[in-house]
């Protein structure tokens, strides 16, 4: 304990001399405004590589683009659903 206290405040000094030398980051030169780009005149390679993900995903999936969704009684009656009886 003896030993614990001095080596404790000493950490603390270093530290807050550390920190007061410490200068911040100088700040990044402005940026000169671009001049104006060119217009896209279509779908940009990003565009285009994400449709294709699209289109494998629901191509191995198995899942029909063009297809609409089927009515709820179908589908429930397709998960095996029960209906009730009737009285």
Do not use: H
Not at 28 to 43: D, R
Request: proline content about 9%; overall charge positive.
């Amino acid at each position: 304990m003896n030993k614990m206290l001095p080596a404790l405040v000493g950490a603390l000094l270093i530290g807050a001399f550390s920190i007061s030398q410490a200068q911040a980051p100088a700040k990044p030169a402005a940026a000169k405004p671009a001049a104006a780009a060119p217009a896209a005149k279509g779908p940009s390679e990003t565009d285009k590589a994400e449709d294709r993900a699209v289109a494998n995903y629901k191509r191995n999936k198995g899942i029909k683009m063009d297809a609409k969704p089927a009515a709820m009684g179908a589908k429930d009656a397709a998960m095996g659903a029960k209906t009730p009886a009737k009285k």
